[in-house]
């Protein structure tokens, strides 16, 4: 069993839909929450970091941890067009250390 | 502004060839280094990574290696490559608030 299991996709969503990415874990160590965005043929950029379990927000997205139940989640309001690309969530137990990273989820929106 | 340089962009090997993979960052010091492998569709699996010069940690046992030479410079090589040595190559730094990533190299072993 990996030790971090992403929702495998593809999405395919209409242009200003609401849009749900999602990881579970297994590590109860992990503390540092990632979310990157990767365009093809790119490498990846962070989106979204966190520490602990909570919620944060960054203008349209929103990155959610539970750590009681090993989830992780990203939301995407009103999604465009440029949003079309694969999330990848990572996770570490060390800050500035090694990160863990799901397999990734293809989004694409529909203008 | 700290940056992260890694070339070549694309190339295509023959079985059996040589690889050398540059890695060099800028506007930090004693940066932690990594090496990732992405196979088509996939995630990232970490091959390599450094805490400092001349200190390398193998995840994966392959063909592969990795050197530090000098702080802000690191490099991935095959003596000899395989048809299984074929996908996208990133290196990275990490800081306190998660990865900077490299625009990745393209590896085809044909």
């Known amino acids: 069993q990996k030790e971090v299991e992403q929702d495998p996709g593809p999405l395919s969503v209409p242009e200003g839909a609401i849009v749900s990415l999602n990881c579970t874990y297994s590590n109860s160590a992990f503390q540092y929450f990632m979310w990157y965005r990767q365009y093809s043929r790119k490498g990846p950029e962070l989106l979204m970091y966190?520490?602990?379990?909570g919620n944060k927000e960054d203008g349209r997205f929103t990155a959610q941890v539970d750590k009681s139940s090993k989830y992780i989640s990203l939301f995407i309001r009103d999604s465009q067009p440029s949003d079309s690309a694969t999330y990848l969530c990572?996770?570490?137990?060390?800050?500035?250390?090694?990160?863990?990273f799901g397999d990734g989820t293809t989004l694409t929106v529909k203008p | 502004s700290q940056t992260i340089h890694q070339w070549p962009a694309t190339l295509v090997q023959p079985v059996g060839s040589p690889l050398s993979l540059e890695c060099t960052v800028e506007?930090?010091?004693?940066?932690?280094l990594y090496w990732y492998r992405q196979a088509a569709g996939r995630g990232l699996q970490l091959l390599f990574y450094?805490?400092?010069?001349?200190?390398i940690s193998s995840e994966v046992p392959q063909n592969l290696s990795a050197s530090r030479p000098q702080d802000r410079q690191f490099i991935l090589s095959s003596k000899k490559l395989l048809l299984s040595d074929s996908g996208f190559y990133l290196c990275?730094?990490?800081?306190?608030?998660?990865?900077?990533f490299g625009s990745g190299t393209r590896l085809t072993v044909v």
């Open positions: 990275a730094w990490s800081t306190y608030y998660g990865y900077t």
């Open positions: 506007g930090t010091s004693n940066p932690n």
């Open positions: 966190t520490y602990s379990s």
């Open positions: 990572a996770m570490s137990d060390t800050n500035a250390g090694k990160s863990t």
């Open positions: 450094s805490v400092g010069i001349g200190q």
